[in-house]
């Protein structure tokens, strides 16, 4: 009993040096916060707003990856690694002037696309798609930063600089909402994240290379393209998946009301996304850096991934318990046909869930391609069962759908990462 005791005592002790509950902390404030303002912005605006949203976030997530290009996922990798200061400093400075040229590039076509109509028959979406979509380029840069942060294991940093972003965007996006409807809510978020970079640019100026404007800056795509394009597609199959529903949605599905519903049961699921997403952002760095050291790195992988689950299954209970009568009570019944799609897309996604850490640590030992394969392959299957449940039973279908495509991720996830560890050295192994 005591050893155990001990064991638990300094697991904890470990994950508090490493900045996790102060990026736990923070997290939590954030999502509160945020969540709270989700349900006031929800309460103002009608479920018809709130489906638009959802769907403008959905086409932001995927065209971001495409317009980041993965430089933020070469900075995280590569500045992870034991690297002097000024090869970190160079490495992501090189980032930074890649992703500026690459998402206002991407910028450009979604505007000319958008002219076309290609997004939405919805005349709105249309008006909002350059309001919507413009932090393809700020948030980008905003999320370089945050990488080279993360990878320089600077928690404490990145909590303070995501807290600020946040508190700014969710005062902003409350009193423009209240004042201006769904176009407030969109001026307001972009307000935040222009305010938050440029204090980036500014106060972290001395994290640029002195060299970033000489020739050889370009020298370095060779070296962030082995871990970028990957980590793209990685997540461009990932997020595609992951919205498949909401992709097809808004094409197939016409009625904007019942749309505002599915997508407000969506948003709600960001209760079960807090905790695994914290946990992802503590341990990829430290995958990274024992990625040549099989049984370190297979202890602390086990070590958070009992916390992982446990907390994962925790929180869905919990929340499929409490969310419906939270929710009559704080909209007075306004979005209770959502509660139809909830406990479905909860399960979904908290399977979804399981796999965070497994990509995570693939990701650490620079096996980016499994991820490829695990996001690529979901695709499919979730296109091929999600079109079909939405073709013969509508929305509830796709509700329904979520859950074998949710366990179909996690089982390729767990293939995949066994099939990495496995070919770690044994060099250590004693």
């Known amino acids: 009993m005591r050893n155990t005791i001990n064991q638990l005592s300094k697991m904890l002790g470990d994950i508090r ?8 902390t923070a997290n939590m404030l954030i999502q509160l916060m945020a969540f709270a303002s989700q ?65 206002v590039g991407m910028y450009t076509i979604v505007l000319i696309l958008n002219k076309f109509h290609l997004f939405s028959s919805d005349a709105l979406i249309q008006w909002l798609i350059p309001l919507g979509l413009f932090p393809i380029i700020s948030n980008s840069l905003f999320i370089v ?24 965007s969710i005062a902003g996006i ?39 404007f000489s020739k050889d800056i370009f020298a370095q795509f060779s070296t962030h393209k082995r871990y970028a394009i990957t980590s793209m597609l990685a997540y461009l199959f990932s997020e595609m998946s992951a919205y498949t529903d909401i992709i097809l949605i808004s094409y197939f599905v016409k009625d904007m009301k019942e749309i505002g519903y599915y997508s407000f049961a969506l948003t709600i699921t960001v209760v079960l996304r807090l905790f695994p997403s914290t946990v992802q952002q503590i341990t990829i760095p430290y995958f990274s850096s024992l990625s040549h050291q099989k049984n370190e790195f297979m202890v ?29 009570y704080i909209f ?39 991820n490829v394969y695990t996001s690529f392959i979901a695709l499919v299957f979730n296109v091929a069962v999600i079109s079909t449940l939405l073709h013969f039973f509508g929305l509830i279908g796709a509700a329904y759908g979520s859950i074998p495509c949710g366990l179909v991720f996690v089982t390729l996830s767990r293939y995949y990462f066994y099939k990495a560890q496995s070919k770690m050295s044994d060099s250590d192994l004693r």
């Open 17 to 24: 040096r490493k900045g996790f509950f102060h990026l736990l």
């Open 39 to 103: 349900l006031f912005v929800a309460g103002i605006l009608s479920p018809e707003d709130v489906g638009r949203i959802k769907i403008i976030q959905t086409f932001l997530s995927v065209f971001s990856i495409f317009a980041g290009m993965g430089f933020n996922a070469s900075t995280l990798k590569l500045c992870s690694e034991k690297r002097t200061l000024e090869e970190q400093k160079s490495l992501f400075s090189s980032a930074f002037i890649f992703t500026v040229l690459s998402t």
């Open 145 to 168: 930063y945050t990488s080279y942060f993360q990878a320089t294991k600077r928690i404490k940093l990145i909590s303070n600089l995501t807290a600020t972003n946040k508190l700014l």
């Open 174 to 212: 409350i009193l423009f909402a209240y004042l201006w409807g769904i176009k407030g809510y969109y001026v307001a978020y972009n307000l935040s994240l222009l305010i938050i970079l440029i204090v980036c640019i500014v106060t972290f100026s001395s994290d640029f290379s002195k060299k970033i």
């Open 300 to 328: 602390v992988f086990r070590r958070y991934n009992k916390i992982f689950y446990r907390a994962v299954l925790l929180t869905l209970m919990g929340s499929v318990v409490v969310a419906p009568f939270f929710l009559h």
């Open 332 to 370: 007075n019944g306004k979005y209770d046909a959502s509660m139809q799609y909830f406990p479905l897309l909860a399960i979904g996604w908290s399977l979804r869930q399981l796999a965070l850490l497994q990509n995570g640590a693939i990701f650490g030992l620079g096996k980016i391609h499994y």
